[in-house]
């Protein structure tokens, strides 16, 4: 007779074997495993016991005793043979609270991988997993409360309902070899152990049909998304039914619409419903009673599921708006439209500025300034295929891209959209006046106004030279505006800054401090700039009090 | 010859008969009308965000404009500057100075009509006196300046300006703090012009315009609240009006007649009988 413990190692399934021992006929020997246990990479959360005999089956029984080292807490467990008829399935109660756990034990007793359908129910609700594969000989150990607590969606979408704390757990080997499972209830605080192991089928489940996963979805052209093959099997003693992910081969039955793999990615090729056709084999069982076994016969079994493949536009109305605080309208109606009609769609929304635009180059503006506001800023398609938002900019000029991200494809509306004060044009140059205020790389234009203000300026600094009392010196312009307006900033990034306007056009500074020249020249160059047919300007503030350094209004 | 811009009439180069009862100095002119347009609380300004706290809120900056009045046509334009402080700054109305105009025109050598505007800034007013502007239709009009005034050079005037079709406005004002025209003084403002005599727009406004800095400049709808020409104290006189050259008789008849109720309402005709003599001789078109 040989002991082999089996338990989890690092690269897979490990094992220790005893020396081997003779067991007499209507003897029972205790067997210690304590060398074998110095031997185990400890500490081990569980672990199986193999028993191999030569005698005939049937012929030797056994019992495993675990007792918890720091406690007084034994369980026990029959041993079973492989093979045994009844061996493959099972289905058990489980509890969880504060003191008590519940582990689900499978061991793959065979030397081939075994598919494992896994019910856990509670409430009403069947939680299955439909993914779990034992390699040959491994012991799994299921603890119900982390499935529980998990709560991952399963291929139906439903989830253990949070805080159960009884139900049921059913589990079926779903291929033809010999699996055990035994459920551990444990209750410290009740110093008690249950074990259950009852079984239900014979044969392993039949398979009887094939689900395609998505069954229906919308992708967009260009996108991919994979299709996965649902195997069902159904026991034979009972109405159980056991659904398990298959690599099922996949064929397209409208290419143009959408292509797909053998293996099931699937990718939009143009507008419209493809089918999306997939095949799988698996066995059915028979059992033998000459054989006493169960006798695999292959079938083949077909699915099919479909994908609306769409595309989407993006669209602005008005495309030109004006920076906040610089005008109207700030807003625009960002429309998302898809193509065919397609609802439900999730969509988000994003404005990404263009570099370099409005005047601001290479500016650092400050990120949290630089986007405007979409209400809402994400939604959802509504039964014309349509999600509509309003966008508002922030006050600075400039080029602004419209996003819109459906199913992870990001789309760009074919306007960008200009946040922009209108009419503005650039000062040009003039022998009378002087350009000052530039900041290399980052404010080159800073002589955008409006046709008004540019007009008053020239005519201002040729009456100037034209005159006797004012003649000098060019007059010096600064800032006027930024060739787009919006928010223009005197400094590289300083945002707080005394000089918040100049946004539309029709403010310029105008640095007439010494010694550009003396207060006759000054008040000359002021009458001027106030008369209707020269400058015409409507206000003068003198920002620095003491300097003569002129914001003067239009 | 003389002419007095409450005979206007002269422009038509006619002879007419004033007609019975007619006293034309015995009215008493009456001061450019105001439009008295009210500065209420500006617009909405939209909070604008300036950046984000260390834990990701963001900050916003909302300097909350708003307007109170301090009377005598003052008012303190407040805002929460970015440094969080309160700031005012100070805006004078241009429309608190009360002021009369009459203007004489007497025609010199090659036919240059010589033009007088006694310009009066009335004890009622408020302010100082700050500029006279009237509104002309040639281009050939030389107004008079000074060392202590300024005046208009036709010569560099705005490119978007058409002296025929817009008109073009001649200002004339105070230079500096030199010369001031405080309420109960008055001056004159000379131009000469070759062309006709015709009846104008005129316009006045108070001095002190301009405004001190206080560190930041106003959001732009307290700069939106700033009363424009068309607040100014406005009128009419006469002035030089080239367009009148090329109307035939008639029509100068009739520019004549429409503007009579004018005159009337402006102290140039002594009443309504008078008024209506000239309109019934200028439609027979008794002029000669």
Not at chain 1, 206 to 220: E, K, Q, S, T
Request: net charge negative; aromatic share 8%.
């Amino acid at each position: 007779m040989t002991i082999t413990v089996e338990y989890p190692g690092e690269d897979g399934p490990a094992q220790a074997t005893l020396p081997p021992l003779a067991l007499e006929a209507y003897t029972t020997k205790d067997v210690p495993l304590d060398s074998v246990l110095g031997s185990l990479p400890l500490p081990l959360p569980f672990c199986s016991i193999r028993i191999q005999y030569s005698g005939a089956p049937g012929s030797a029984i056994g019992e495993v005793s675990s007792v918890e080292a720091k406690g007084d807490l034994v369980i026990d467990s029959r041993l079973a043979n492989e093979r045994d008829g009844w061996v493959g399935s099972g289905a058990h109660p489980w509890h969880l609270d504060e003191e008590t756990e519940s582990i689900l034990f499978l061991t793959n007793m065979s030397e081939k991988s075994a598919r494992i359908g896994f019910d856990m129910v509670a409430g009403g609700v069947h939680y299955y997993l439909t993914r779990l594969k034992l390699k040959p000989h491994e012991t799994r150990a299921i603890d119900l409360r982390k499935v529980r607590d998990d709560q991952k969606p399963d291929l139906k979408g439903n989830k253990v309902p949070v805080g159960a704390t009884d139900g049921s757990v059913v589990w079926t080997r779903l291929d033809h070899v010999p699996v055990m499972g035994r459920l551990v209830v444990l209750q410290r605080h009740r110093k008690m152990a249950s074990s259950y192991d009852c079984y239900i089928c014979d044969c392993a489940p039949d398979f009887f049909d094939l689900d395609i996963d998505p069954a229906a979805i919308a992708i967009l052209v260009y996108e991919s998304i994979l299709f996965e093959g649902v195997a069902w099997f159904q026991e034979h003693c009972n109405q159980y039914e056991w659904p398990y992910y298959v690599d099922a081969s996949f064929q397209s039955l409208s290419p143009p619409v959408a292509t797909v793999t053998t293996e099931g990615t699937a990718t939009g090729q143009s507008g419209g419903t493809a089918t999306i056709k997939a095949f799988y084999t698996d066995y059915v069982y028979i059992y033998d009673h000459v054989l006493i076994d169960c006798i695999e016969h292959p079938r083949q079994r077909t699915g099919y599921g479909t994908t609306d493949v769409f595309t989407f536009t993006v669209n602005i109305s008005p495309s030109t708006i004006a920076p906040v605080n610089a005008g109207t309208p700030n807003t625009t109606t960002v429309t998302v439209q898809t193509n065919p009609v397609t609802p439900n769609q999730t969509v988000t929304l994003q404005d990404v500025r263009v570099a370099n635009t409005g005047g601001h180059l290479n500016h650092p503006l400050p990120n949290t300034n630089v986007s405007g506001t979409f209400n809402p800023s994400s939604g959802t398609t509504n039964s014309q295929g349509s999600f509509q938002s309003t966008y508002t900019a922030k006050e600075f000029g400039g080029e602004y891209q419209i996003k819109a991200t459906i199913q992870e494809i990001t789309v760009t509306g074919p306007i960008t959209l200009r946040v922009q004060v209108q009419g503005l044009g650039e000062l040009s140059a003039g022998g009378n006046y002087a350009h000052v205020g530039q900041i290399p790389g980052i404010h080159e234009q800073n002589w955008f106004g409006t046709s008004s203000t540019r007009n008053g300026l020239v005519a201002t600094a040729n009456a100037c030279a034209g005159d006797a009392n004012c003649q000098g010196s060019s007059v010096p312009y600064n800032d006027i505006s930024l060739p787009w307006g919006g928010k223009f900033d005197s400094n590289t990034g300083n945002w707080t800054t005394l000089h918040s306007q100049h946004r539309v056009g029709r403010n310029a500074d105008i640095n007439v401090c010494s010694p550009w020249g003396n207060q006759d020249r000054r008040d000359y160059l002021w009458q001027k700039l106030g008369d209707a047919s020269v400058g015409g300007a409507s206000a003068r503030l003198d920002e620095c009090s003491t300097h003569n350094c002129w914001h003067i209004t239009w | 010859m003389r002419l007095r811009a409450t005979a206007a009439i002269c422009l038509l180069e006619i002879a007419l008969w004033p007609g019975p009862g007619a006293d034309l100095g015995a009215r008493e002119r009456q001061p450019l009308q105001k439009k008295n347009i009210q500065i209420g609380q500006p617009a909405p300004y939209a909070p604008e965000l300036e950046g984000r706290e260390e834990k990701g809120n963001p900050v916003y900056w909302d300097p909350k404009p708003h307007v109170v009045p301090l009377g005598n046509g003052k008012y303190a334009l407040k805002w929460i500057g970015h440094s969080g402080r309160e700031l005012t700054l100070l805006y004078q109305r241009p429309d608190v100075v009360d002021v009369i105009v009459e203007a004489d025109a007497v025609l010199g050598p090659q036919n240059q009509l010589r033009y007088k505007y006694l310009v009066r800034n009335l004890r009622t007013s408020k302010q100082n006196l700050g500029g006279f502007e009237v509104r002309t239709f040639t281009t050939a009009v030389k107004p008079q300046s000074s060392p202590s005034f300024y005046a208009t050079d036709p010569a560099h005037i705005r490119q978007d300006i058409d002296p025929i079709r817009d008109g073009l406005w001649i200002r004339f004002a105070p230079l500096g703090s030199r010369t001031q025209i405080r309420p109960g003084q008055s001056v004159v403002f000379e131009l000469t012009s070759p062309a006709r005599l015709g009846i104008l727009e005129c316009r006045v406004h108070a001095d002190t315009l301009t405004m001190m800095g206080v560190g930041e400049e106003p959001p732009s709808v307290l700069e939106d609240l700033y009363l424009g020409r068309d607040a100014w104290p406005q009128g009419y006189t006469i002035g030089p009006d080239e367009r009148l050259a090329k109307m035939s008789l008639a029509a100068r008849l009739k520019y004549l007649v429409e503007r009579l109720p004018q005159m009337l309402q402006l102290g140039w005709i002594e009443n309504q009988k008078v008024m209506q003599w000239y309109g019934t001789n200028l439609k027979a078109g008794k002029v000669a």
